[in-house]
């Protein structure tokens, strides 16, 4: 007898149900994060009344025990870019589970790392190498690392309002003081305005930058790069020995109307991309740093240092199939062909509304990364309540149009950042001209009832209280 076919077989019956699982204590949701994880997230969410339950998902909707449709205009933050549960990702995940693949064995070279990684570097022919991580704060992480190695500086300067990941390296790259606040020391990293060449070129002429990190398009409050700005501040960098790394991890992946957004400005080539969420499929985490290959060869400069970096669950069979299936769908489906054409059209409807409410300031964005912003009305009446609720808390306006968003119209929004009266709209690749209708004509309704007095200024009135509470 073998001892293959001596070894123990799990018989794979009567040992785990998950769906009983499920029925007998699903019910005990809120109650276990109360207990167990994050106490503060269910309470937020039932102070707003996101305290929904959803059943089920598919593509950009979800539907709740009653069968009421919800629209999704968030996409898990950006990791839904093809909706859930896309029948060609979910197939290819279950033909990688029935493959039984000898995976993470660590002293071998498994053929979908490769070949993902292939297929990912045809969309960008001036980088050489990847390196498989599981986040897009660990993709960041990565990129500091392989910079800081290969200049042999220490430094790395990052745009002000920035969001590059919440562990110790991306958070000292963050903008974000309440993000920050509390956890120092942190890198020795320095912050410049988003656009500001000077300030960047006065950083480095102190001769100890190893790199830039910058968002295309940050996600906070949807600020794009001024045009021109990456490509020269690329010269600059280059010119003082110093790397571009390209944050692409809610741009990437056909976000913004290009695979990479950086790609919107010819002659962008980033010494390293950081990609995740989309590239998941909405199953399984991943993240990667994309880089070139004098960058990776000083990384890994001998058989010494083959594990200098590297991650546990890094290139995984199951990570590598989903994103396999990702990029494939793109491609056979025009996904990006979508967002430029349901990007535009979403925009343009809401940017036509900001003449008819004069509580709407701005809308901006590319492709299906669009920033909506609410600034001080003319009117008297109107803008002595805003003048309330700003006193109260910056943010609270754009609060008080995502909850009725979801409560009355079923839609699931996001505000952009805390402090900020933006609500930032990241849906699922693959919406189409009908969901925009939906979104739009919720939207207008939301806006009519601000500007009328209505049930939202009543609703206000319970946020201003728990604001000041809080304080």
């Avoid at 060609?88 to 990684?117: E, I, N, Q």
């Avoid at 020391?185 to 656009?195: K, M, R, S, Y």
């Avoid at 990479?260 to 990667?288: I, M, N, T």
Wanted: proline share 4%.
């Amino acid at each position: 007898m073998t001892t293959a076919e001596s070894a123990p077989k799990a018989s794979g019956t009567g040992q785990f149900d998950l769906g009983a699982l499920l029925a007998a204590r699903g019910a005990e949701r809120y109650e276990l994060h109360t207990r167990h994880l994050n106490h503060q997230l269910p309470r937020m969410l039932h102070t707003i009344g996101f305290d929904k339950v959803y059943q089920r998902a598919e593509g950009a909707h979800f539907w709740d025990a009653d069968g009421n449709d919800y629209l999704d205009m968030l996409a898990g933050f950006g990791v839904m870019g093809l909706g859930r549960h896309h029948p060609v990702v979910r197939k290819a995940l279950h033909d990688v589970l029935d493959a039984s693949l000898a995976d993470l064995t660590r002293f071998d070279c498994p053929p979908l790392p490769g070949l993902l990684a292939e297929k990912l570097l045809v969309h960008s022919p001036y980088l050489d190498r990847v390196f498989f991580a599981n986040s897009g704060t660990e993709a960041v992480e990565g990129a500091l690392k392989f910079a800081r190695y290969a200049t042999g500086r220490p430094r790395v300067l990052y745009c002000e309002h920035a969001f590059h990941g919440l562990t110790t390296g991306s958070l000292s790259v963050n903008g974000e003081s309440g993000f920050r606040d509390g956890f120092a020391p942190l890198l020795p990293d320095t912050a410049v305005p988003l656009g500001d060449l000077d300030a960047l070129e006065r950083e480095l002429r102190r001769g100890d930058v190893a790199a830039l990190i910058v968002e295309p398009i940050q996600g906070k409050g949807v600020h794009e790069a001024p045009p021109g700005y990456l490509r020269a501040a690329q010269e600059l960098l280059h010119r003082h020995k110093a790397l571009l790394i390209a944050d692409e991890v809610q741009t990437g992946l056909g976000r913004t109307g290009d695979f990479y957004a950086h790609q919107y400005e010819a002659g962008v080539e980033p010494d390293l991309v950081c990609v995740a969420k989309a590239l998941s499929g909405g199953y399984v985490p991943v993240g990667a740093t994309l880089g070139k290959d004098w960058i990776f060869r000083k990384v890994y400069s001998s058989m010494d240092r083959v594990l200098v970096h590297s991650a546990s669950f890094g290139g995984n069979a199951q990570a590598m199939a989903a994103g396999l299936a990702v990029l494939s769908v793109m491609e056979n489906e025009q996904v990006v062909a979508n967002v430029r054409a349901t990007g535009e059209l979403l925009r343009t409807r809401l940017a036509a509304l900001t003449e008819r409410y004069e509580l709407l300031a701005d809308v901006r964005g590319r492709g299906l990364m669009i920033g909506i912003e609410f600034g001080r009305p003319r009117s008297l009446k109107l803008r002595s309540r805003w003048a309330v609720l700003q006193a109260a808390r910056k943010g609270l306006f754009a609060q008080m149009v995502v909850v009725p968003l979801l409560q009355r119209h079923r839609i699931l929004t996001q505000v952009s950042g805390d402090h900020l009266e933006v609500i930032k709209l990241i849906p699922p690749l693959i919406i189409g001209e009908e969901d925009v209708d939906r979104f739009v004509d919720a939207f207008t309704a939301v806006m009519d009832d601000a500007h009328d007095g209505g049930l939202m200024w009543e609703f206000g009135k319970t946020l201003v209280k728990q604001a000041v509470a809080h304080r």
